[in-house]
């Protein structure tokens, strides 16, 4: 399967939620998963690099591939069980050319005025991609929401995306933790960390968008 972690705005945790989605299929399916990183910040591929510092953490192994990828991705999913993409949070050739072989997409949206407003933009460019590509389903995922209960930016957002028909709105919230931060400044991910509602709540969001896998 190829999972493409993909938005329209930087800013809004795709990496962090790249390597976290691998870590899951890796530890808890225990799948052999490939970090394949389109986005030039690298931010991916440094993690890999200190995670493989940490002889006792298992390896997830990562990749580098810019510009059209589609030849790429198609000959990488032939060698592992599944890919795990991370592009730049932009519009450009590599989310395009992903969208036409993908099977997924997860976009993490901020529950945020200039986050929501870039959703239409996606719905063009993923509706483009599905006329190509039938197989592909997305999910918007709401990601670094307050932790506070008394601020509704989140509730807000969720009726907001919900006019979106082209995509699903995950029911499954990722909150701004400081586990997410500090878990990836140490080449690890959530579930590796002490913070059991981080894990818990990536944990729940593997198991609604991948119920079958």
Request: aromatic residues 6%; proline residues 3%; contains cysteine.
């Amino acid at each position: 399967m190829i999972i493409l972690i993909g938005s329209q705005k930087g800013g809004c945790g795709k990496s962090t939620l790249a390597v976290n989605v691998a870590c899951a299929l890796a530890l808890d399916k225990g799948a052999d998963a490939l970090l394949v990183d389109c986005d030039t910040q690298s931010s991916v591929a440094r993690w890999v690099q200190d995670r493989q510092t940490h002889a006792a953490l298992k390896n997830i192994p990562c990749v580098q591939i810019s510009g059209d990828v589609r030849i790429t991705l198609h000959d990488l999913a032939k060698r592992y069980d599944h890919l795990v993409v991370d592009v730049a949070g932009r519009d450009s050739v590599e989310l395009r050319s992903a969208l036409s072989v993908a099977d997924m997409l997860l976009s993490p949206i901020r529950p945020s005025q200039y986050d929501l407003d870039t959703v239409p933009h996606l719905a063009e460019v993923y509706s483009r991609a599905k006329d190509f590509n039938e197989k592909l389903r997305a999910s918007l995922v709401l990601n670094l929401c307050p932790t506070n209960p008394v601020i509704k930016e989140a509730q807000e957002a969720e009726t907001y995306l919900q006019d979106f028909a082209e995509f699903a709105v995950a029911k499954t919230r990722i909150y701004d933790r400081k586990a997410y931060r500090d878990s990836v400044a140490e080449g690890q991910s959530a579930l590796e960390w002490k913070d059991s509602k981080a894990a818990d709540a990536i944990r729940q969001l593997m198991m609604e968008v991948m119920p079958n896998d």
